[in-house]
T-cell receptor, first 113, second 116 residues
Framework: GDSVTQMEGPVTLSEEAFLTINCTYT??????LFWYVQYPGEGLQLLLK?????DKGSNKGFEATYRKETTSFHLEKGSVQVSDSAVYFC????????????FGAGTRLFVKA | DAGVIQSPRHEVTEMGQEVTLRCKPI?????LFWYRQTMMRGLELLIY????????DSGMPEDRFSAKMPNASFSTLKIQPSEPRDSAVYFC??????????????FGPGTRLTVL
């Protein structure tokens, strides 16, 4: 079945460091890909998404490119801030009569001042 | 829009009691999802509805769990009887649906359930 694998955390970085969180997927067909972020005590919220190969999603300085050849959707940010500390989830979704989303395990990011 | 609304935000109950969690999706959204989040198991999809019809309930852990969506603006997740291992944060999410690509899911703030 479909699955999402993302790098284990926690990831600890200093402010202004470069961030990469790796995400790979297994899916039949052509899924849409997402990154969601969860801040402490809150539900998940969409960070960015891409619906087809080679699309780049971007938001708040974060970027991810849908790479079909490597089945990857790695999240990057050039300069992290303390406020980026959160848990990041990679996810895929396909039409199964409605859209079911498969989430990765989540990667916790800590950013130190 | 107020977003996805869940109630209660916190629930503490004793083993064996019935628990009912409630969700109001965003108006106009056609799909509704119930998730459970724990440290040990991460985020798990329990069930999802499309146009009020359950599409996939394969994630419902056992017969003690049941979910209903009597209309487009309300859903419940019931646990009867509850057990300590049901302690978790339960999220409801909704999405617009209807297109050829998956839509963004909008999550509620969650219900933190503690079963003593």
């Amino acid at each position: 079945g479909d699955s999402v694998t993302q790098m284990e955390g926690p990831v600890t970085l200093s402010e202004e460091a470069f961030l990469t969180i790796n995400c790979t997927y297994t899916a039949t067909g052509y899924p849409s890909l997402f990154w969601y972020v969860q801040y402490p005590g809150e539900g998940l919220q969409l960070l960015l998404k891409a619906t087809k190969a080679d699309d780049k999603g971007s938001n708040k300085g974060f970027e991810a490119t849908y790479r079909k050849e490597t089945t990857s959707f790695h999240l990057e940010k050039g300069s992290v801030q303390v406020s980026d500390s959160a848990v990041y989830f990679c996810a895929l979704s396909q039409n199964t009569g409605g859209f079911k989303t498969i989430f990765g395990a989540g990667t916790r990011l800590f950013v130190k001042a | 829009d107020a977003g996805v609304i869940q109630s209660p935000r916190h629930e503490v109950t004793e083993m064996g009691q019935e628990v009912t969690l409630r969700c109001k999706p965003i108006s106009g959204h056609n799909s509704l999802f119930w998730y459970r989040q724990t440290m040990m198991r991460g985020l798990e999809l329990l069930i999802y509805f499309n146009n009020n019809v359950p599409i996939d309930d394969s994630g419902m852990p056992e017969d003690r769990f049941s979910a209903k969506m009597p209309n487009a603006s309300f859903s419940t997740l019931k646990i009867q009887p509850s057990e300590p291992r049901d302690s978790a944060v339960y999220f409801c999410a909704s999405s617009l649906g209807g297109g050829i690509f998956a839509d963004t899911q909008y999550f509620g703030p969650g219900t933190r359930l503690t079963v003593l």
